[in-house]
């Protein structure tokens, strides 16, 4: 196992404690109405920030098209398939011989996505709380109190293969799957956009269809790149004028606040938007409990956090009456806080330049519309 899985595994083992408190499952989408591809004005025609930090007001990140498109429509496979699978004990050889009826499920909801962006979604019969695009959030729930693994409705559900990544638990719990013979793959999930290409690798080769996995994961490496180049003609390029972000978790009703430090994932996010991700500055790694100090100190221009999130401590205002130490910073000065979907906004996968984009116009240009740009 690498330090950064090892890292990853540790700061998600801790996020599923905090979860289990106070639960964090996704809103459901109307599944019943088709989407539609969303054709947005280009990044460089709306009408951007002339000085991103002088901005007042928090604006929201809209994916206007939540849909996941999969390369291929049933890939080809070639059963059975013998992988390696990756948890805290080590690492240990699985042989696939069945994906009829696949749970897909860890704590971002990336698993499922890259299932569905591989065109394996019809073998879908469970999801996690993180798991809400069309076509997938009609499934059962298989996870309780946030993100702990429910092993009855897994088995309920009569699966012949469960794909995990170690970020969702209790562990005792997943084992408990394989005793009673279901196959169970824990992939290597790192939270980067070069890890959801692996990832649709990774998946693809438990599916036996390893030349799918190669064109999601070109294509994840492709839009990607070409979205970062589209944010850096929008973003301030002189290093006093880049924007300072932190990404704040929060559950308000549980009094919970954590800082995403590097490695988790939230770093990777900040860089790609032409940003300075504070924690990698200063050293942050994985997730720690917010202090008033730490905050007060970073002083960020701009704080991310989930839509979830900011609505269970009052949105805006609730959030600056309750930690003053937020009000002090640029960032609570002027207001400017951006959310995101829960389910979106840290998922690396099939999505993961579609989430970039709707985080680049809720910061670059937040008084544009989502349909087009229109102010």
Partial sequence: MTRNHALRMTAAVALVGILSLVGCAGT????????????????AELPILADPKAYVGPSTAVLPDTAITP?????????????TSYDQAGENEVVVTDTSR????DLAGSVAA??????????????DA????????????????????????????????????????PRDVIEQLRDVGIAVVSVHNEG?????????????????????????AKRIVGEVAEKIAEIAEIAPQEPDKKLRIVFLYLRGGAGIYYLFGAESGADRLITALGAIDIASEQGWVGMRPMTDEALVAADPDLILVMSKGIASVGGVDGLLQEKPAVAIT??????????????????FGPRSAHVLDALARAIYAPDAAVDGGDS
Wanted: no cysteine.
């Fill in 102 to 105: 696949v749970v897909a499920i």
């Fill in 71 to 83: 390369v291929a429509d049933d890939p080809s496979q070639s059963l059975p398939a013998t992988v």
């Fill in 28 to 43: 459901t989408p109307d599944l019943q109405a088709k989407p539609t591809a969303a054709v947005l004005t280009p990044l």
């Fill in 114 to 127: 890259t299932v569905w962006g591989l065109g394996f979604g019809h073998t879908m019969v469970g999801r």
């Fill in 330 to 347: 640029t960032a609570g000065q002027n207001r400017r806080l951006v959310d995101m979907d829960d389910g979106s906004v840290l998922s």
């Fill in 130 to 169: 993180s798991t809400t695009f069309p076509g997938a959030s009609d499934l059962p729930l298989v996870t309780s109190g946030g993100h702990t693994v429910n092993a009855e409705s897994i088995v309920a559900l009569k699966p012949t293969l469960v794909i995990t990544d170690g970020t969702v638990g």
């Fill in 192 to 216: 980067s956009f070069d890890g959801a290409a692996e990832l649709a690798r990774q998946v693809a080769g438990v599916y036996g269809a390893p030349d799918a996995g190669e064109t999601l």
